[in-house]
């Protein structure tokens, strides 16, 4: 079951949507409609044909309001520099999903994880709120 907004903006979500069982294809294809500039941490270079670009942190978010876990945080590495960072999932049967991964390319390398709440509204924009209703309102149309 999805408890969106652990966030603290509410507690559980009583809709009938929270009630669903959601799997990870559906949430994932959730997800990528919902995702747009306003979610984006890297608004000013979100593309549409990289829609993933800048969604780690919040996705993320949203994957653990449904299925718990952790948030491992990690440096995203070009030739041994750090350029950014990017964040995934680990279940809590421990399996990694990792639903933006497309977003840096193929020419990187994930430095060593950390786990510690990614940071989702440094904008002054609630992005986790955001992206959270939008995958709700997808999921109602469903």
Do not use: F
Request: overall charge negative.
């Amino acid at each position: 079951m999805c408890r969106y907004w652990r966030s603290g903006i509410m507690s559980q979500r009583t809709d009938s949507v929270a009630a669903m069982a959601i799997d990870i294809d559906t949430l994932t294809k959730a997800l990528q409609a919902s995702w747009g500039s306003d979610t984006s941490d890297d608004r000013d270079i979100w593309r549409l044909d990289n829609r993933a670009r800048g969604q780690c942190a919040v996705t993320a978010k949203v994957v653990q309001d449904c299925y718990g876990g952790t948030l491992p945080i990690a440096s995203v590495l070009s030739d041994g520099e750090s350029v950014e960072a990017h964040c995934w999932n680990v279940l809590p049967s421990g399996e990694h999903v990792d639903l933006t991964a497309s977003q840096s390319g193929s020419d990187y390398e994930i430095g060593e994880a950390i786990e510690k709440e990614p940071v989702v509204d440094h904008t002054g924009i609630n992005r986790h709120h955001l992206l959270a209703e939008g995958v709700s309102e997808y999921l109602a149309k469903q």
